[in-house]
């Protein structure tokens, strides 16, 4: 039973990837990182910055306090983010399946390699053992034989 154990399963996985798979994948990357969190307060800071101080609140600011501009964008960004996100995680909950699923196939293969193993183990032993047995007969044989032709010749006695 020679089944092949390995199996890249990030290769095989990430090859059958969509487009919209990917791009899911790299909007939660970067979604989920320091530098999108620093990226997203720089800019809400310079939004804030340029409504509220540079241009002159009311006249020229496009988005004056309370900043609705802002809101309604930070709102769009929330309602599409979300939704790629829980693709994505659902798409890595997939894979963690397929992963257990494949960790569940080598450690049943190594199962039966075990058991395999050990009973070749057993069948040893048992040889070893009929051998000793074999051994010991043949050393009582002869320990017997010694000790009749010692009785027949009492001179050869050893003290």
């Known amino acids: 039973m020679n089944i092949p154990v390995l199996r890249d399963l990030n290769r ?3 090859a059958e990837l969509t487009f919209g798979e990917r791009l899911a994948d790299r909007v939660a990357a970067f979604g989920g990182s320091w530098t999108f969190i620093i990226v997203f307060g720089f800019t809400l800071a310079a939004w804030i910055t340029l409504n509220s101080y540079v241009l002159r609140p009311g006249a020229h600011a496009f988005d004056p306090y309370p900043y609705i501009l802002l809101n ?3 709102s769009m960004l929330a309602a599409i983010q979300a939704p790629v996100i829980m693709m994505s995680q ?3 909950a997939a894979k963690d399946r397929l992963q ?5 196939e080598v450690n ?3 199962e039966l390699e075990i058991a395999k193993l050990r009973a070749q183990l057993d069948d040893l032993r048992n040889e070893q053992l009929a051998e000793l047995l074999e051994i010991q007969r043949e050393q009582v044989r002869l320990v017997s034989a010694i000790l009749q032709a010692n009785s027949r010749y009492p001179c050869l006695h050893v003290a």
């Open 12 to 14: 095989a996985f990430d």
């Open 100 to 104: 257990a699923t494949l960790d569940y």
């Open 108 to 110: 049943r293969r190594t």
């Open 90 to 92: 659902n798409r890595q």
């Open 72 to 74: 309604l964008v930070l």
